[in-house]
């Protein structure tokens, strides 16, 4: 079993920033991929970018490249995820999540979620 914790969402105005984290525990030797996704009040879930944590390679959605910052800590098994130059587009309830297998990019792929963080961008 994997529990995941997101945490540092918050109120912002438009071009600020936050440094969201997901704390992962249990077994997690298996999840070799992890996630962010997020999703806008009336819109459906969007994929942001997706971890491959042992090589810490990520790849991201264009519409978050060059303002979201992927990072990790694996002795404290924890992803950040830092995000800048805030939009009010921005506004969303942010997701981790950990990948059941090889693949890691649709919901499907993934076994466990977290409970969310909410992210509020005005203007």
């Known amino acids: 079993q994997v529990q995941l914790v997101e945490s540092g969402g918050g109120s912002v105005q438009t071009g600020g920033s936050l440094r969201l984290s997901c704390a992962a525990s249990?077994?997690?030797?298996?999840?070799?991929?992890m996630a962010w996704f997020r999703q806008a009040p009336g819109k459906e879930r969007e994929w942001i970018a997706s971890?491959?944590?042992?090589?810490?390679?990520?790849y991201s959605a264009d519409s978050v490249k060059g303002r979201f910052t992927f990072s990790q800590d694996n002795a404290k098994k924890t992803l950040y995820l830092q995000v800048n130059s805030l939009k009010p587009d921005d506004t969303a309830m942010y997701y981790c999540a950990a990948a059941r297998g090889l693949h890691c990019r649709n919901e499907g792929d993934f076994g466990y979620w977290g409970q969310g963080t909410q992210v509020t961008v005005s203007s």
């Open positions: 971890i491959y944590t042992r090589t810490g390679g990520t």
């Open positions: 249990g077994d997690t030797y298996g999840s070799a991929c």
